[in-house]
């Protein structure tokens, strides 16, 4: 178990700290966080496999933070709360949420669902690492490779080159981009095009004419993987007649 990281994300500092000591003992691997704030960098920085979840957190809503969560590499989620009707569990489990367990709650079935919750990791998942030819992304790390040298790029730069690398050259509006690649909700748009352009100095051969990330007028941009794959080489063209003929006076006229 100890190579599980798991995060919590809880307001209540008993709570928290006794539920990470309890999951330290089965050693887990264990990082904690009081606020959305907090857990966003735990989560960017951790890549933890299973987040706990408070759905009431001092800075916002666990239930939007939880759908953040599920757009991006789709950790596990248990959601702790409060609120024990039929339509929060609903909203809960809708946004994401692998498990919803109701407060108050025993330790032994808190432990017996993150157990159950870490053996769904043993079946296949989606691959750690993307590799496009030149282009290497490696979604543990969150490092990028391009024609053979690590590129420095920023939280958010990763994040937007993996959005637009895992939709599969289907174009994505700007948006969406905000939606899938961003953590907080940002009104701007144009904020993707500033990114775009920093991204594309790192990633393309000539950023005044990218072949990578491509623009599409009226829609936003999609990643173009035929742009990254080596250049199978032409056949050589056929001999016309007229040229054969005249191969053979040459060869002719040397002898």
């Known amino acids: 178990m100890g190579s599980v990281c798991i995060e919590i994300v809880e307001g209540n500092p008993h709570l928290r700290s006794l539920l ?7 050693e887990y691997r264990v990082h904690q966080a009081a606020s959305i704030y907090q857990a966003r960098e735990v989560f960017l920085s951790q890549q933890p496999t299973l987040v706990i979840l408070d759905a009431d957190l001092p800075d916002g809503d666990g239930i939007e933070f939880c759908r953040w969560l599920h757009r991006q590499q789709q950790p596990l989620i248990l959601m702790l709360s409060a609120r024990n009707n039929e339509a929060d569990i609903v909203a809960g489990l809708k946004a994401g949420a692998d498990d919803y367990l109701s407060k108050p709650f025993g330790m032994q079935e808190f432990l017996a669902r993150v157990e159950a919750l870490i053996r769904r990791r043993r079946t296949p998942t989606a691959p750690a690492y993307l590799d496009y030819g030149s282009l290497q992304i490696d979604l543990v790390q969150r490092r990028v490779r391009f024609q053979g040298e690590f590129i420095d790029l920023t939280p958010q730069e990763f994040s937007l080159l993996y959005v637009l690398a895992q939709a599969g050259g289907l174009a994505l509006s700007r948006s969406e981009l905000l939606r ?12 993707i095009d500033t990114h775009v352009l920093s991204l594309r100095k790192k990633v393309e051969l000539d950023p005044r004419q990218p072949s990578l990330i491509q623009t599409i007028r ?11 794959k080596p250049t199978v ?23």
């Open 20 to 26: 990470g000591w309890h999951l330290q003992q089965l």
């Open 180 to 191: 899938r690649a961003w953590p907080d909700a940002i009104d701007n748009p144009r904020t």
């Open 218 to 228: 009226n829609v936003g941009y999609r990643f173009n993987m035929e742009s990254l």
């Open 233 to 255: 080489p032409q056949p050589p063209a056929k001999l016309t007649k007229e040229r054969m003929s005249q191969q053979r006076s040459t060869v002719t006229q040397r002898n």
